[in-house]
Each structure stands twice: as structure tokens, then as C-alpha cells.
């Protein structure tokens, strides 16, 4: 090789490796910056709903365990919503067989604890039996040692008034969550009954 040659490959060597200018990083970041904004609102609202189904799916999960321990404990188990103080709670205590009422001592250590919705997140609308409400805004679902549960249909929404539907089925007693309202799944219902 040649003198001139090598002294080429290092000047094409050194040009090759060099840096970024500032001009070009202010560039990348505005365009970095656009695209973020541009983004950013709908990936709020994809958490908000995210958030909305996730506690859905909480209720429904421990629906689901209300109604184990039900059944293989032989036993009345209860869930129970208030929906004032947007909490929800499963009670594995046995009531008193005379007044209904649970008593406190030997098996408190049965009670799980309080699960309070997230502060974007309220009960929107629950129906259910009317035995099944408890004193104001408190209702109680009950499951049964037979598999059985109070039919319930809890609906969840958020601020963005996204609405999610936790339906308790009286036969089974099993949870299943539909997107929309109360309204929304009876309507629906009665399209497909057509």
C-alpha cells in the first residue's frame, strides 16, 4: 500500500466517527417531543380503563373465592360493598344464627381486609335482592354451600365515564364483567333474544 492510500483511509476513518452536531439533537428531541404529546392523552385514557378493568376483574376474583370457600367450607360466605365509602370486603366469619349479626371474638381473624376502589373509580350502580342491602349503601352477596350466590349486577365507572359491568349469577355463582352499563347488557340481551 501506498503512503496515500493510508493517509486517506484516516482521514475517511476520522470523519466517519465523527459526533452528532447540536443542531441535529435539538432536531431528534423536538420531533421526540411532538410525537409524546401527541401520544400522551391516549395512553392516559388506555391506564384510566386499564385501571377500571383491573378492579373489575378484583371483584370477580374474589367473588370466585367467596364462592370456594362456600362451598368446601360448607358454610354461608358474604362480600360485602359499601358503596358510600367505595370499599369492598370479604367477611369469612360465621353470624349469629339468632340475630344474623357477626360476631366479634374466636374467629375474627377470619375478616379480609377492606379493598377501597381507586380514588378515579366508583360504584356507579349495583341492583340486587332487596334482603341483600344491609343499611344504607352497604349490600352484602351472599354465596351458598351449594355453588349458588344472591344474583347482583355491580357497575363500575371512572371519570371518564367509562362503565364496567360485574354481573353475580344466581345458578352458578360465578362473576363475569362485561364493557357498558347495566342498561347496556340488557339491551343487549334483548338484541340477541330477537
Not at 420531533?31 to 401527541?38: E, F
Not at 349490600?139 to 363500575?156: E, K, N, R, Y
Not at 344466581?170 to 364483567?177: D, F, N
Amino acid at each position: 500500500m501506498r503512503l496515500r492510500d493510508i493517509a486517506f483511509r484516516r482521514r475517511f476513518a476520522r470523519k466517519s466517527r465523527r459526533a452528532m452536531t447540536l443542531l441535529e439533537i435539538l432536531v431528534v428531541m423536538t420531533v421526540m417531543a411532538i410525537l409524546m404529546a401527541i401520544a400522551f392523552p391516549s395512553m392516559r385514557g388506555m391506564n384510566d380503563h386499564n385501571k377500571l378493568r383491573a378492579t373489575a376483574r378484583e371483584i370477580v376474583a374474589l367473588s370466585k373465592y367467596a364462592r370456594n370457600e362456600a362451598v368446601f367450607g360448607e358454610r354461608r360466605t358474604q362480600i360485602f360493598l359499601d358503596v358510600a365509602k367505595r370499599e369492598f370486603w370479604l367477611d369469612l366469619r360465621t353470624p349469629d344464627a339468632k340475630t344474623g349479626e357477626y360476631r366479634t371474638g374466636k374467629n375474627k381473624n377470619q375478616f379480609e381486609q377492606r379493598r377501597t376502589l381507586n380514588k378515579d373509580i366508583w360504584f356507579d350502580e349495583v341492583t340486587t335482592l332487596d334482603r341483600n342491602v344491609i343499611r344504607d349503601k352497604v349490600i352484602a352477596l351472599d354465596f351458598f354451600p351449594d355453588g349458588t350466590a344472591s344474583p347482583a349486577m355491580i357497575t363500575l365507572t371512572n371519570k371518564a365515564e367509562k362503565r364496567m359491568t360485574v354481573e353475580l349469577l344466581k345458578g352458578s355463582g360465578m362473576a363475569e364483567v362485561t364493557p357498558g352499563s347495566i342498561a347496556d347488557k340488557q339491551e343487549r340481551a334483548a338484541e340477541g333474544e330477537r
